[in-house]
């Protein structure tokens, strides 16, 4: 599941990713589709590499795990479920989610398009966690520090933080799980065999499980989401960056508290105000109605 091949007739000289027509592309995964037949005496993990970032690695400019003595400790980006959710993407920045069947498409954004991948078979993750499935022969052994390939621990990493992911972006969210909830009667997130685990990651208010990293109030992505982090830097700099672009925006983003109570406690007081106005309006023209009539 980390990609789909392509048996193509022009493919039969070379090795092909397929890609559906009109599919969104950041430029961020996929180098190339398609690579020379010479590559296949190379091992996996360089063929892999081959096609891009299908096999996402921890960023090389931070190798160890945060600690609140680096010096870097300021450089740390905090996500929590309350600012960047799958609703408020949806809602303030008008991004479709598109469920993929491709693990390395998880979380990629096409900013183009405002189209999100996200992975529809979580379960996956689990079985490779369980069992140290397939998809750890693509792992690099080499140790050296300008390698960009996954190795086994991030590979590790990667199917954990896969798993956090719907925590963070439905589960721990009362508007994203009801987000999540109407794409399920839409029928947009599966036409059939929906993955159990995807339905309990998205809907449930609290969830445990021993492959599942356990839920936090607040995420720091160097120490959180060590491979991930760069594509939820991303989403979260894309929602700080945007305001809401209507009333109806604005009475559902309640990022900034103060902003959002400032909001209503004005819209009260102005209304109050109107409907004194209106009052005495009315009252006016009825005194000059009765002063007539006498």
Not at 89 to 107: E, M, N, S, Y
Not at 212 to 217: I, L, S
Request: proline share 5%; net charge positive.
């Amino acid at each position: 599941m980390l990609f789909l091949p392509s048996f193509q007739s022009n493919a039969l000289h070379e090795f092909v990713i397929h890609r559906a027509p009109n599919e969104p592309n950041s430029g961020l995964l996929f180098d190339t589709y398609s690579v020379s037949l010479n590559m296949a005496d190379r091992p996996l993990p360089i063929l892999l590499k081959a096609f891009g970032n299908l096999l996402p690695a921890r960023c090389r400019s931070s190798e160890n795990v945060a600690s609140e003595m680096a010096k870097a400790v300021y450089l740390w980006t905090s996500l929590s479920s309350s600012d960047t959710n799958a609703y408020l993407l949806h809602t303030l920045l008008r991004v479709d989610i598109r469920w993929v069947d491709t693990l390395a498409l998880h979380l990629d954004y096409d900013k183009s398009t405002g189209t999100l991948s996200i992975f529809r078979y979580p379960s996956f993750c689990i079985a490779m966690l369980q069992s140290k499935g397939a998809i750890y022969s693509f792992s690099s052994t080499e140790q050296h520090p300008a390698d960009p390939r996954a190795t086994e621990e991030e590979i590790t990493c990667f199917l954990r933080e896969t798993l956090l992911s719907y925590r963070l972006l439905f589960g721990q969210s009362k508007p994203a799980r009801r987000f999540f909830r109407n794409m399920l009667s839409s029928g947009s997130v599966s036409d059939s065999n929906l993955d159990p685990l995807l339905r309990s990651l998205c809907l449930d208010h609290y969830f445990a499980h021993s492959f599942v990293p356990a839920d936090r109030p607040v995420y720091v992505t160097a120490r959180d989401f060590l491979v991930l982090g760069e594509r939820l830097e991303l989403l979260a700099a894309e929602l700080r960056g945007t305001k809401p672009k209507s009333w109806r925006d604005l009475l559902r983003d309640r990022r900034d508290t103060l902003q959002y109570w400032t909001f209503w406690l004005v819209a009260i007081a102005g209304g109050i105000g109107i409907m004194l106005s209106l009052m005495q309006v009315i009252l006016g023209i009825i005194q000059v109605l009765q002063s007539r009539g006498r």
